[in-house]
Structures are given as structure tokens and as C-alpha cells.
């Protein structure tokens, strides 16, 4: 069974999208291409999220995208986590004179486990008397839920632009409670208490290893073979989660070389994206760091630099991902036929080498397998005189 096969195609059901993930995300998709009723047909993409999955899944196959989920890493339940209550319980012996709210989530999570555990008013009446920070619009959110009150939100919505508000009214000697988001910035933190700051931190949500851990490496085994268009993230950990999975299975090199030529990276924010850096990819980032405009990034993406289509005199074809279309028609093609089309349309009409096909079929030179895949691809066709063959020279597409 291929790494593709092995992976089955998430369809879940259940909630809808958050408010930006629906029809924001489609309208201006792709400024300047085609508008189509699925901007994602014929593309594969993975997911590694596993909080709010759904939401990305189903946003994502209802632009007719084919999903394969291999969640990372999920989130310990709150009964599990008995390091966070004692970290609330110190935070409210300290009395903090600052706190750093980091995100939505985790505001409400600190708020729901202390609830559980019965310090939840405690936990309150000393964030009420705190000087709060927030590091975005969706944490300003939860911290006024809760019936607190925040000084001061990053401009950039990332912890070091906070820190930098923090040091500029001066830290030293005071105690500074941080709620962390899964994947702590140390180098914020240090930079506080070089300052001169007692630094006390929450990690209201700690990442374990999902049920089905397999699905993870057949996701890597797909994205190593090419199977995958696109590979989204959500949090920072799931990314280092798949390094470790990959150098695991002996094949980190690959699945970066992967990431670099064939199968794009798209991230919610700068935080998930480091790891990806640090690796030496460029992963797709959206301006603003929201599910709906992570998706509305993929879509443009996709249907500026991998959509494929021609006038040619077989008629109008179309290549998007792994769907081709001739004249309105669905043809199926086999992975290497499919391959071999896409170098061809992309050559719009120009000859491409026998050797340079070889080459990127990695045939190793052989002349019959090369002729053997032309003779699939043209025979799959609806029009096998599409594809060219220009004598001593190589094969184009026929315009």
C-alpha cells in the first residue's frame, strides 16, 4: 500500500467554521485567477492540528480539497495537568505586581482548571490586581470574559513586542506571572529576568502524543513522496513533533528537501512558523494570525503558482493539483503520466528535452521507460495528439 493510501481522507463532521474561516476566506482567493466554484479541487493537503481540527477540515474540503489529518500532538486534559494548579497556586502566594496573557485559549483554560480545583476566584482577585498585558485581540477577549481589565496589547501580536512594553516601564524587582502557550519563547523570558523581574510562568495546556500515533508517519511518508501539496501547522510543537517523528523514521533530510521543492508549509503565525525557519524553509505566513486567513493564503497560493492551464488544440486544458480537466471534462491520470503533463503545460507549447523528462520522472535515462510513460499519458487522453513528439528534440504540448 502507497504512503497515500495508507492515509485516510479526514471527512469529520461537526462544527462549523470559526466566523473568518467561511465565505472571507474564498472571496479574493487568488486575486487575479480564475474564480472557481472550488479553488481547492485536485490539491491535497495535510493537517497536523488537532484542537479545533474540524474547523481547518471541513473549511478546507468545502473549497474541494482532498485532507489528510495526522494530528501532531493533542492537548492533556485538565485532570492530568496537576503542574498547572500548582504553578496557579504559586502564582497566587506571589501576588504579581505584571502578568502576560499570551492567548484566548489558554486565559480560558487557566480560568476553567483553577474553576475545577476550587482556586478560580482566587486565581481572579490576583489577576484583578496585576498590571495585564495581552498579546493579541483574541487574548484581550478572554481576559475581559473573565471580568479583568488589560493595559496594553502587542502591536505585532508576539511576546517579544510585549516584553518590550513591559521593560520600557521598568521590571525590576517585580514579580511577573507569563501564561504560556505550549511552546515557551525563553529568550523573552530570560530577557525579563536579566532585568531584573521574578519570572513565574503557566503552561495552561501541555502537549501529548495523540491516539493513532501512525498516522503521523505515513503523513511524512506522503509528503516525502510528493503525495501532499500543502502542509499546515497550528502551533509550534507539532512542527518539532514531526522533526522528531521524522528523524525517527530516518527520513528528516528527505522530508525537509520535501518542504523545500515540492510541498509548500502553511503556518497560523510567526510562533509556529520558527521551527520551520530554523530548518531553512519559507513557510506561507498570513498577515493576520487567524485560521480564515491562514486558509484564504492557501487557496491564493495554490491558485497562482500551482494551477496549469492552456489553449491548445485539443481545447482549453486545466491542471489543478492532481484534478485535469479538458474542455469541461474530468480525466484521470496515473501519478508519473500526470507528472509528465504538468512539466509539459508549464512549458506552454516550448519543447522540453527527452533528457530533462528523464530527469524529472527520475527514469535515470532510460528511453523506454520515458516512451512508455508518453504512451500512458497520450493513451489516457482524450486526444492523444496533445502531447508532441518533436524529433531528435524531446515532446511539447501542441497549441
Not at 498590571?131 to 470574559?145: D, H, I, L, T, Y
Not at 521524522?246 to 510567526?270: C, D, N, R
Amino acid at each position: 500500500m502507497s504512503a497515500l493510501n495508507a492515509i485516510a481522507p479526514a471527512g469529520l463532521p461537526g462544527a462549523g467554521p470559526e466566523p473568518e474561516t467561511a465565505e472571507q476566506a474564498v472571496a479574493g482567493a487568488g486575486a487575479g485567477a480564475q474564480t472557481v466554484e472550488l479553488p481547492l479541487e485536485g490539491f491535497r493537503i495535510g493537517v497536523t492540528s488537532h484542537r479545533r481540527s474540524q474547523d481547518l477540515i471541513e473549511a478546507l474540503e468545502r473549497r474541494g480539497a482532498e485532507v489528510l489529518h495526522a494530528p501532531a500532538l493533542k492537548i492533556a486534559p485538565v485532570q492530568e495537568d496537576l503542574s498547572l494548579i500548582e504553578d496557579t497556586r504559586t502564582i497566587i502566594a506571589a501576588r504579581p505586581e505584571l502578568c502576560i496573557a499570551t492567548t484566548a485559549y489558554g486565559m480560558r483554560r487557566w480560568c476553567e482548571a483553577a474553576d475545577t480545583f476550587g482556586i478560580g476566584e482566587q486565581l481572579l482577585e490576583t489577576l484583578g490586581n496585576t498590571r495585564m498585558f495581552v498579546r493579541g485581540p483574541k487574548a484581550r477577549g478572554a481576559v475581559r470574559a473573565a471580568g479583568l481589565a488589560d493595559v496594553g496589547i502587542s502591536s505585532d501580536e508576539t511576546t517579544a513586542t510585549l516584553v518590550d512594553m513591559l521593560l520600557a516601564e521598568g521590571v525590576r524587582g517585580k514579580t511577573v506571572a507569563v501564561q504560556l502557550h505550549g511552546y515557551t519563547d525563553v529568550r523573552q523570558l530570560e530577557r525579563l529576568r536579566m532585568s531584573g523581574a521574578t519570572v513565574l510562568t503557566v503552561t495552561p495546556y501541555r502537549w501529548v502524543k495523540p491516539d493513532g500515533a501512525d498516522r503521523l508517519p505515513r503523513l511524512i511518508e506522503a509528503a516525502c513522496s510528493g503525495n501532499l501539496d500543502v502542509l499546515t501547522f497550528t502551533s509550534a510543537p507539532a512542527v518539532d513533533a514531526m522533526w522528531s517523528t521524522a528523524h525517527e523514521m530516518g527520513l528528516y533530510k528527505q522530508l525537509v528537501e520535501s518542504l523545500k521543492t515540492t510541498v509548500a508549509t502553511a503556518v497560523v503565525g510567526p510562533i509556529t512558523a520558527q521551527p520551520l525557519i530554523d530548518a531553512g524553509l519559507q513557510p506561507l505566513i498570513p498577515e493576520r494570525f487567524r485560521m480564515g486567513a491562514l486558509i484564504r493564503l492557501v487557496v491564493e497560493h495554490l491558485a497562482l503558482n500551482h494551477v496549469r492551464r492552456l489553449d491548445t488544440v485539443s481545447g482549453r486544458v486545466e491542471l489543478r493539483g492532481r484534478s485535469l480537466r479538458i474542455d469541461g471534462e474530468s480525466v484521470e491520470l496515473a501519478p508519473a503520466p500526470l507528472l509528465l503533463l504538468r512539466a509539459l503545460l508549464g512549458a506552454g507549447g516550448a519543447v522540453l528535452s527527452r533528457e530533462s523528462l528523464s530527469e524529472l520522472l527520475e527514469l535515470r535515462g532510460s528511453v523506454h521507460a520515458l516512451d512508455m510513460t508518453v504512451s500512458r499519458l497520450r493513451s489516457a487522453l482524450p486526444d492523444g495528439r496533445l502531447v508532441e513528439t518533436v524529433v531528435k528534440r524531446g515532446y511539447r504540448i501542441r497549441v
